[in-house]
């Protein structure tokens, strides 16, 4: 259900990316906000070690960069339109920027986007349309 779709007028090229999904944690149970927000602030501050889930921060960081990484070559000098999870989207921007990654996920509401500069990945914008929700 993930799609990576370079943007153009004719004809887009889409592509289904498994390793897009969210950061694994199915094995979580539901949590308050508060605790999901503790929970989610120690997976970004231990990125090695798995506190939440079943992989490590680091371990979706690279998985969903993998995913990505030939797309954005193939569109180094266009447009790449990628929808994923807050969570690993997070991880990549961050990998990418200055950002802190906890702080860059409270700006992601539902829906949110970030535009990020090809090839450098430089952060342009990050723009959300809603409350930040459980991610």
């Known amino acids: 259900m993930l799609v990576v779709k370079p943007l153009a007028w004719r004809s887009p090229s889409i592509q289904i990316l498994?390793?897009?999904c969210e950061h694994k944690r199915d094995n979580v149970p539901w949590l308050s906000q508060e605790e999901f927000d503790a929970r989610l602030i120690e997976f970004f501050a231990?990125?090695?070690?798995?506190?939440?889930?079943?992989?490590?921060?680091?371990e979706a960081q690279r998985r969903?960069?993998?995913a990505i990484a030939p797309s954005i070559a193939r569109q180094a000098d266009g447009?790449?339109?990628v929808f994923s999870h807050a969570t690993v989207i997070t991880l990549f921007v961050t990998a990418c920027t200055k950002e802190?990654?906890?702080e860059f996920w409270r700006k992601l509401g539902m829906p949110a986007f970030a535009v990020l500069t090809l090839p450098?990945?430089?952060l342009l914008h990050v723009e959300s349309h809603a409350g930040v929700t459980q991610g």
């Open 18 to 20: 498994d390793d897009l």
């Open 100 to 102: 802190k990654p906890f």
């Open 46 to 58: 231990r990125p090695d070690q798995r506190v939440l889930g079943d992989e490590t921060a680091a």
């Open 64 to 66: 969903f960069t993998r």
């Open 79 to 81: 447009d790449t339109l």
């Open 120 to 122: 450098d990945l430089d």
